[in-house]
């Protein structure tokens, strides 16, 4: 028998919203199945088509990377992974979900660094994203080369950023200015500190 998941376990392991959940299986984008009490309960083997994962092990084709800069901003990157994720099965994409909490200007973003290493891959077609500056607030151009160079496309979902993501981008330069400031300031202390003789 197939094994089943709550709405809530399936949303952990897809990082989507249960509401998502329900939508796709309302509109036929996932096949749930009801319990003798009416719950939905999702098929271990929609998960695994959802992950990108055959029966036979294959892996996925498609890269899909969602951001969002602050803990504050979870439930928007929950609805951006669900946006995302659904383009995918309309193309009827494997899809493998990467997804951070941190500022676009911010380098060492753990899965941003795990997408770079897996898009070397062979079985890799595409990285997907809804907008550039979820990969990435400047070097967009040089990500793509780089994905270009093992013949992998970048998919950009949508063009313009709303205005929500004109904001982030402005609270994310000022946390940079007020990084480098502290650095610099910080440098300067230290350098009067050292310059001070204590007396005898």
Request: charged share 25%; net charge positive.
């Given at each position: 028998m197939?094994?089943?998941?709550?709405?809530?376990?399936?949303?952990?392991?897809?990082?989507?919203?249960?509401?998502?959940?329900?939508e796709w299986d309302n509109t036929g984008k996932i096949k749930a199945v009801r319990t003798?009490?009416?719950?939905?309960r999702i098929p271990m083997e929609e998960i695994e088509r959802l992950k990108g994962e055959d029966a036979d092990g294959q892996r996925v084709v498609s890269l899909v990377y969602c951001r969002c800069s602050t803990d504050k901003q979870k439930e928007n990157l929950?609805?951006?992974v669900g946006r995302v994720l659904e383009?995918?099965?309309k193309n009827e994409w494997k899809?493998?979900?990467?997804?951070?909490?941190?500022?676009?200007l911010n380098e060492e973003r753990r899965e941003f660094k795990r997408l770079l290493k897996r898009i070397p891959g062979s079985d890799v077609k595409?990285?997907?994203?809804?907008?550039k500056d979820r990969l990435t607030r400047f070097g967009f151009e040089t990500f793509t080369a780089y994905c270009k160079g093992f013949g992998v496309e970048v998919v950009v979902l949508e063009e313009s950023e709303v205005k929500e993501f004109e904001q982030e981008m402005a609270e994310d330069l000022v946390s940079l200015v007020t990084s480098y400031s502290a650095r610099m300031y910080g440098r300067r202390g230290g350098r009067r500190k050292k310059a001070v003789v204590p007396d005898v």
């Open positions: 197939t094994d089943l998941v709550s709405l809530s376990k399936a949303s952990q392991i897809l990082g989507v919203t249960t509401r998502t959940l329900v003798p009490g009416n719950h939905r929950e609805r951006q383009h995918c099965l899809a493998e979900l990467f997804k951070d909490i941190g500022s676009g595409r990285v997907v994203v809804e907008y």
